[in-house]
């Protein structure tokens, strides 16, 4: 019989904040970072930006609205730190 373990100290935290509208959690997308509440992963709008499409563009038409603006510029604030 397999009992239920505890995780080890070593192992990563389920959900990590990264900021206040993009986090890391493992059940998501494999843990790579997305925005709280949707699917979408910040390489993608981090993508859009370096393609040159407008932020309102990412925002409203590209999302469809799921994602502020405030959102997008955490994104490019913590790329820039990584």
């Not at 959690?25 to 979408?40: M, S, V, Y």
Request: include cysteine.
């Amino acid at each position: 019989m397999i009992k239920n373990r505890k995780p080890s100290a070593a192992s990563p935290p389920p959900r990590l904040e990264l900021g206040h509208y993009i986090v890391a959690d493992l059940a998501i997308c494999h843990g790579k970072p997305t925005f709280k509440g949707t699917r979408i992963m910040v390489w993608q709008v981090l993508e859009d930006v370096a393609e040159g499409r407008s932020w309102d563009f990412i925002c409203n038409t590209r999302w469809g609205g799921r994602i502020p603006l405030a959102a997008v510029t955490e994104a490019v604030i913590l790329a820039r730190h990584a």
